[in-house]
Structure formats: C-alpha cells, structure tokens
C-alpha cells in the first residue's frame, strides 16, 4: 500500500509520541507499505521550528532530510499541478500546508494519514 503522512503523524513517528494509534504505526512500520511525504511537512516544519512553535532538539529541520532516508520514506515534491489544485479548493480551509496534503493525496491517489478532521470536506481518503 502506498501512504502519505500528515506532517504531526510524522513527527509523532519519528518522537514515538503515543498520538500515533498502534494500527497507524503498524502501517508505517509495514515494509510492504511505501511511505511518502510531501516537500510540504518539511516546510511546514522548518516554519514552525523557526517560528518557536516546534521544540524538538531530535527533530531540527537539519535532520529531516538524515530522519527521511533512514526511514526509507520518499519525498514528494511540490508540483505546478499540486500548487493549483490547492489555491483552486472551494472548501473554507485555511491552512496552506493541509491544503498541498489534501491536493498531493488526491492527484496522486495516496490515502492520507491524518488525524485532522477538517481534511474530510477535500476529496481524499483518510486513515485514521
């Protein structure tokens, strides 16, 4: 199975917070599922941590790149095509980063790992 990850489902992954649902971990840890992220958590992330509103020494925006290719995760990038379908949503949802996430996961047919209710109202499948 092919998953992409919210930004707080990977970072609870990688600090094994105990938010992360034992089932939710279970998909991640499987070697059989890919595991992608979106070029959007690491901006997300490095916003935040500049902004002071993520302090986690384990986790500087130096090291998401080393966290990434330990976990064996793939990167997505940030498409034209991305880009468009988030600015183009209807839905009142203001945040830019779910907003690439709920775009990303549905022009690439990836369910979403979010525990973010407000992600329903875009057309994208959710576990969680």
């Known amino acids: 199975m092919r998953l992409l990850l919210d ?3 990977l970072i609870w992954w990688w600090t094994d917070d ?3 649902p034992s089932r939710i971990r ?3 840890a499987d070697e059989r599922n890919e595991i992608f992220v979106s070029a959007a958590s690491a901006w997300e992330i490095a916003t935040k941590s500049r902004l002071g509103k993520l302090d986690l020494p ?3 925006p130096r090291r998401y790149l080393e966290l990434l290719d330990a976990d064996g995760f793939s990167s997505i990038a ?3 095509a991305h880009a468009l379908a988030a600015g183009s949503y209807q839905q009142a949802h203001g945040d830019p980063f779910d ?3 709920a775009a990303q996961a549905e022009i690439e047919g990836l ?3 979010s525990k973010n209710r407000a992600l329903r109202q875009f ?3 959710l576990l969680w």
């Open 7 to 9: 930004t707080h489902a």
């Open 18 to 20: 105990r938010k992360l």
């Open 26 to 28: 279970g998909l991640i």
């Open 58 to 60: 384990a986790l500087t």
């Open 78 to 80: 940030i498409t034209g």
């Open 99 to 101: 907003r690439l996430l």
């Open 111 to 113: 369910p979403l790992i």
């Open 123 to 125: 057309d994208v499948e």
